[in-house]
């Protein structure tokens, strides 16, 4: 299996940009598709971002499309979402996850593996 972990959060004004790191290990990075969730409080994990196994398919949540960005470099075993013109309302945890594939991507259940998380915060 893959192992997770997320970086890059922390707390930044409304307009600004942060980027996210996942940094992958255990079996090979390059054999998996990977995505971002996120939960706010009091709300339910969702679909963010997701990225196939080379990189060359993207699919986005339309409420980030044309701010956010997901790469790879499977070299380095690292996924990344970059993030620009923030909202408050991009506040919450966000989680990396992998999957052999990407049927079904926005289903939570479909992901196998997942990160600890990390806290972004924009405030208004």
């Known amino acids: 299996q893959v192992q997770l972990v997320e970086s890059g959060g922390g707390l930044v004004q409304a307009g600004g940009s942060l980027r996210l790191s996942c940094a992958a290990s255990?079996?090979?990075?390059?054999?998996?598709?990977v995505g971002w969730f996120r939960q706010a409080p009091g709300k339910e994990r969702e679909f963010v971002a997701a990225?196939?196994?080379?990189?060359?398919?993207?699919y986005y949540t339309d409420s980030v499309k044309g701010r956010f960005t997901i790469s790879r470099d499977n070299a380095k075993n690292t996924m990344y979402l970059q993030m620009n013109s923030l909202k408050p309302e991009d506040t919450a945890v966000y989680y990396c996850?992998?999957?052999?594939?990407?049927?079904?991507?926005?289903?939570?259940?479909?992901?196998?593996?997942w990160g600890q998380g990390t806290q972004v915060t924009v405030s208004s």
């Open positions: 996850a992998a999957r052999r594939t990407l049927e079904e991507y926005r289903t939570i259940t479909r992901w196998p593996y």
């Open positions: 255990g079996r090979t990075f390059s054999a998996y598709a």
């Open positions: 990225i196939s196994l080379g990189g060359t398919i993207t």
